[in-house]
Nanobody
């Protein structure tokens, strides 16, 4: 059974940092791309933030996300991370990790419907 479990969310002041974790199980990380999406309050759409290819560790970022957000993986722990720095109130959202097989999928486009497996989400609130 494929499982994705996010953790690390919380409340942080503007300018602060958080590191989110996505622990995976039930599949080999080498064959999959893992992405982080976020859903802002009151919005239906989950927007892509970044993704990483499991086989090569190649990273892709949505426009404007590279710099404050850094995606990385630890294959030994089957875990993908999202380091978030200089957080702003507009970063407030529920953050989800998602997975899809690399082969045959345009995972780097960070489109919600392009990902097959999803975690339950972790809430991030940026507020003073």
């Amino acid at each position: 059974e494929v499982r994705l479990v996010e953790s690390g969310g919380g409340v942080v002041q503007p300018g602060g940092s958080l590191r989110l974790s996505c622990t995976t199980s039930g599949f080999g990380l080498d064959d999959y791309a893992i992405a982080w999406f976020r859903q802002a309050p009151g919005k239906e759409e989950r927007k892509g933030v970044a993704c990483i290819s499991g086989s090569e560790g190649t990273t892709f970022y949505a426009d404007g996300k590279k710099g404050r957000f850094t995606i990385s993986s630890d294959p030994a722990k089957d875990t993908v991370y999202l380091q978030m720095d200089d957080l702003k109130p507009e970063d407030t959202a529920v953050y989800y990790c998602a997975a899809v097989r690399q082969s045959g999928n345009y995972y780097w486009l960070l489109i919600e419907y392009g990902y097959e497996y999803w975690g339950q989400g972790t809430r991030v609130t940026v507020s003073s």
